[in-house]
C-alpha cells in the first residue's frame, strides 16, 4: 500500500462521499474508486459497503481509517524532524564575548559557506564555555586559547583596548595609563561591548558608566559627549573616536588574542572550514 492512499481513504472519511473527496484530491472519481478497489484487494477485506448510489465505511474500513491516520501522523513526525535536521545544517551557531572578532569571522563564513546563516549570540565567558560544551554552540569566540587536548582553535584576531579622552581631561596629556587611574570616572560606553566591560568593572570598582543601547545614537554621542569612553584598534571603533585623545592602556587583560574555539568531536561539520579559516585569516595578516 502506499501513502497516498491512505491519504485517500483519510479524505473519503471525513467528506463523506467519494465525489467530495476526488474534488479536494483533485482526481477524478472513476481513478479515487480503482485506487481504493487495489488497497482493499491489497488488504483482503472490503473497507465499504456499496450500494447503487452510495458507499459507506464498514467495521474494517473504520479500523483502517483509525490506522491509517496514525501512519499520516507518524509519517508527518518524520518529514518535520527531518527538515528540521536539514535546516539545522544550514545554520551556524556562534557564540561571542565580544562584537569585533564577529566582524571579522562573519565576511569569512560567507566566503566559504555562502549557503550558512550564521547566527551570533553575545554571551557571558562562562555561559560561552557551557554552552560550547553542551553542543548548543557550534564555535565560541573566546579571548584566550583553550586546552586543546578537547579543543579545536583558530586564532581569530587581536584587540587592544584605548582610553578615548575629551579635550581638557586631566589626564588626555598623559603617554599611558592603567584603568585604575581612571577608577571613579563616569564613561559613556555601549551596551554591546561584551566582556570588555567586565573587565573595566574589575579593575574600576568605583567607576559608573552611561551606556547606549542603539549604535547609532551612541556613535553619534560618541563625537560630542564630554563624558570619557573607549576604543579599541578595530575600524568600526576607530569611527567613535572624533576629537579625543587615544591613549594606550597598559593592563595586560585589555591586550586580548580572540580565538575562534570548537569541541573537537567525532563527525566535527565544520573541521574543513576551520583549516581553510586559519589559511585565509594567515594571508591577511
Known amino acids: 500500500m502506499e501513502l497516498e492512499q ?10 463523506g462521499t467519494l465525489s467530495k473527496a476526488a474534488d479536494q484530491l483533485h482526481l477524478s472519481q472513476s481513478a479515487l474508486s480503482r485506487s481504493i478497489q487495489r488497497l482493499e484487494a491489497e488488504l483482503g477485506l472490503a473497507l465499504f459497503d456499496r450500494t447503487k448510489n452510495r458507499m459507506e465505511l464498514n467495521d474494517a474500513g473504520e479500523l483502517a481509517v483509525e490506522r491509517a491516520r496514525a501512519v499520516l501522523a507518524e509519517a508527518d513526525r518524520m518529514q518535520e ?15 561571542t564575548c565580544a562584537p569585533a572578532p564577529l566582524w571579522r569571522l562573519v565576511p569569512a563564513i560567507a ?9 551570533p549570540e553575545m554571551l557571558p565567558l562562562k555561559e560561552l564555555e557551557q554552552r ?16 586543546l587536548s578537547t579543543m579545536l582553535s583558530v586564532p581569530l584576531m587581536r584587540e587592544d583596548l584605548f582610553a578615548a579622552l575629551p579635550e581638557g581631561h586631566p589626564l588626555a596629556g598623559r603617554d599611558e595609563l592603567a584603568l585604575v587611574d581612571l577608577d571613579g570616572e563616569t564613561f559613556l560606553i555601549f551596551a554591546g561591548i561584551g566582556f570588555w566591560r567586565e573587565i573595566c568593572e574589575r579593575h574600576m570598582p568605583r567607576a559608573h558608566y ?3 543601547h542603539d549604535y547609532v545614537v551612541f556613535g553619534q554621542l560618541a563625537q560630542t559627549s564630554p563624558l570619557p569612553g573607549f576604543v579599541t584598534n578595530t575600524p568600526e571603533s576607530g569611527r567613535m573616536i572624533g576629537g579625543r585623545h587615544i591613549i594606550p592602556l597598559t593592563d595586560d587583560d585589555v591586550h586580548v588574542q580572540f580565538s575562534l574555539v570548537a569541541v573537537n568531536r567525532p563527525n566535527f561539520r565544520f573541521r574543513e572550514f576551520m583549516v581553510w579559516l586559519e589559511k585565509r585569516l594567515a594571508l591577511e595578516n
Open 6 to 15: 491512505l491519504k485517500q481513504l483519510d479524505a473519503i472519511a471525513r467528506n
Open 132 to 147: 560550547l560544551m553542551s553542543g548548543s554552540l557550534d564555535f565560541a569566540i573566546l579571548p584566550y586559547v583553550p586546552d
Open 210 to 212: 552611561v551606556v547606549q
Open 81 to 95: 524532524a527531518l527538515r528540521a535536521r536539514r535546516d539545522a545544517s544550514r545554520v551556524l551557531r556562534v557564540g
Open 111 to 119: 566566503e566559504r559557506e555562502p549557503n550558512l546563516v550564521v547566527m
